[in-house]
Nanobody, 126 residues
Framework: QVQLVESGGGSVQAGGSLRLSCAAS????????MGWFRQAPGKEREGIGI???????IYTDSVKGRFTISRDNAKNTLYLEMDSLKPEDTAMYYC????????????????????WGQGTQVTVSS
């Protein structure tokens, strides 16, 4: 059974840092296209970034230079390192995996992923 389980969310002051984890089970994340998304109350789900099969990453403009996506294949876990957090980063954060093809979407906003986690809440106070 495929599962993605996010963890690491919490409350932090502006300027602080958090590292989110996305533990995968039921498949290997090695070489799999994976993404991070977030959704704030009353807003649409927003793509944050993608890590492709060669571990290259792309990010949406609002998080460039502050957020970093990485993976540990041995732990079968995807990470989102978030630095210099802002109140506008407050949202539920989700990871997603695309296992049905080898190439990633060209846009971080694409939602063509076949597996999604349940999310972890991040709250940034000013």
């Amino acid at each position: 059974q495929v599962q993605l389980v996010e963890s690491g969310g919490g409350s932090v002051q502006a300027g602080g840092s958090l590292r989110l984890s996305c533990a995968a089970s039921g498949f290997s994340i090695r070489g799999v296209c994976m993404g991070w998304f977030r959704q704030a109350p009353g807003k649409e789900r927003e793509g944050i970034g993608i890590i492709d099969s060669s571990d290259r990453t792309i990010y949406t403009d609002s998080v460039k230079g502050r957020f970093t996506i990485s993976r540990d294949n041995a732990k079968n876990t995807l990470y989102l390192e978030m630095d210099s957090l802002k109140p506008e980063d407050t949202a539920m954060y989700y990871c997603a995996a695309q296992t049905f093809r080898t190439y990633c979407p060209t846009s971080v906003q694409s939602t063509t992923y076949n597996y999604w986690g349940q999310g972890t809440q991040v709250t940034v106070s000013s």
